[in-house]
């Protein structure tokens, strides 16, 4: 009896394990690719040219100022009243959009020539380090102005980090774009 039985309980079994068939009508959803690592409201830190619109736009404007520069193109204008030790204001441009930033503490145009830190929204904290004069070129005339520096432009939000290499310039010619 317990050979007879073998069989029926084998084709069971295989009956069982045939594939279940698909419907070939049904559309596969996309499924909906989410992020661990970051926040959804976080967007890289990508550094933009500040314009003369921007700076007028967010009223930046000032008898004093600096401004970091790449090559022609300016990537922080900061503004101070020379007669105010009070804190300055800053604006950068990141994806695209001004984000106007304020200098932490206070000191004003003395503490802003000489590199400074500021804040922004959603934690945003940039940071001007001042290393060392650069050349001043004296051609077609002289430059009547406080000197260039290098140094770096380091952004920084959450864990993102972002350090840019150039030339700070501070004083009455930093309040205008350069000439092309």
């Given at each position: 009896m317990r050979i007879f039985m073998l069989?029926?309980?084998?084709?069971?079994?295989?009956?069982?394990?045939?594939?279940?068939?698909?419907?070939?009508?049904?559309?596969?959803?996309?499924?909906?690719?989410?992020?661990?690592?970051?926040?959804?409201?976080?967007l890289p830190?990508?550094?933009?040219?500040?314009?003369?619109?921007?700076?007028?736009?967010a009223n930046l404007v000032s008898d004093l100022g600096?401004?970091?520069?790449?090559?022609?193109e300016t990537l922080l204008a900061a503004a101070a009243n020379s007669v105010s030790a009070e804190s300055a204001e800053a604006l950068i441009v990141l994806d695209g959009s001004p984000?106007?930033?304020?200098?932490?503490?206070?000191?004003?145009?003395?503490?802003?020539?000489?590199?400074?830190?500021?804040?922004?929204?959603?934690g945003l904290e940039v940071e001007v380090e001042v290393r060392a004069s650069a050349p001043v070129s004296e051609t077609p005339a002289p430059v009547v102005a406080e000197p260039n520096f290098t140094g770096s432009l380091n952004l920084r939000r959450g864990s993102q980090t972002v350090t840019l290499e150039g030339i700070y310039n501070c004083g009455i010619d930093a309040v205008d774009e350069p000439q092309s």
């Open positions: 069989p029926v309980l084998v084709g069971a079994v295989v009956g069982c394990a045939e594939p279940v068939e698909e419907d070939e009508g049904a559309i596969e959803q996309p499924v909906p690719m989410t992020s661990v690592d970051a926040p959804a409201n976080t830190l990508v550094p933009g040219v500040v314009s003369e619109t921007m700076r007028s736009e600096c401004v970091f520069r790449r090559g022609e984000v106007e930033l304020e200098m932490n503490g206070g000191g004003g145009y003395n503490t802003l020539s000489r590199g400074a830190s500021f804040a922004g929204p959603d």
